[in-house]
């Protein structure tokens, strides 16, 4: 059975057709290697493709990871996708990140009030939103086994020498753009990091045979 492909809303479609996966290097090309042969064998198999992106705070990158390759898998019709982020601890998803992915063309909306709040994140119409909150990558919302840990920060990666039920580990670090929070260049840094994990996400999902 053929389906449908998935109507991106129009900004996001504009972003995307921004991107210039060329200028992604051959050193980053090895880097994000491990992560498309994960979803290729996955979907070869036919087998759920579960994607648990981590970093220290849950706060900016593991978030930015988890909405763009749940929308790069919906862009390239590759179904069966989940993505999920987490940390070492749990703090808030940074207001930021919010406002930045507002400005790339989702539609946002906060669910809750609290300290850390959760808010529906949608790309499409019709498709159900990601669900964003901070959490550690253990927390009952992500998978327990079968998924691939892709650590986004250093730090991660070395905060966690272990992580149960992970069936292959990542490492894909990006830069924080928490170092401009409050600054005159925090908008703009915060944009440009959104669109560096959007492009190499897209690239990733580029790569995948169906």
Partial sequence: ?????????????????AFELIN????????LQPLIDFIQEKLSH???????????HN??????SQIWAQTAAAYFNIENVFCYSGGTEATDLFPMVAKTIEQNGFQIKRLST?????YAIKYSDNEHPIIGFSKTFDDDFNPKSGFAAILTCSQADGDCP??????????IPFEDPKVFDNTAQQTEKYLERSIEIATELFYVFSQIKK
């Avoid at 036919?46 to 220290?56: A, S």
């Fill in 1 to 17: 059975m053929i389906s449908n492909k998935t109507i991106l809303f129009k900004t996001i479609e504009n972003q995307i057709s």
């Fill in 24 to 31: 992604i290097t051959p050193e980053r090309k090895i880097i």
């Fill in 46 to 56: 036919q087998q759920q493709i579960r994607l648990n992106f981590i970093c220290t």
């Fill in 59 to 64: 706060s900016r990158r593991s978030h930015l």
């Fill in 114 to 118: 609290e300290s850390n709040s959760v």
């Fill in 162 to 171: 272990f992580i149960a039920g992970a069936e292959k580990r990542i490492p």
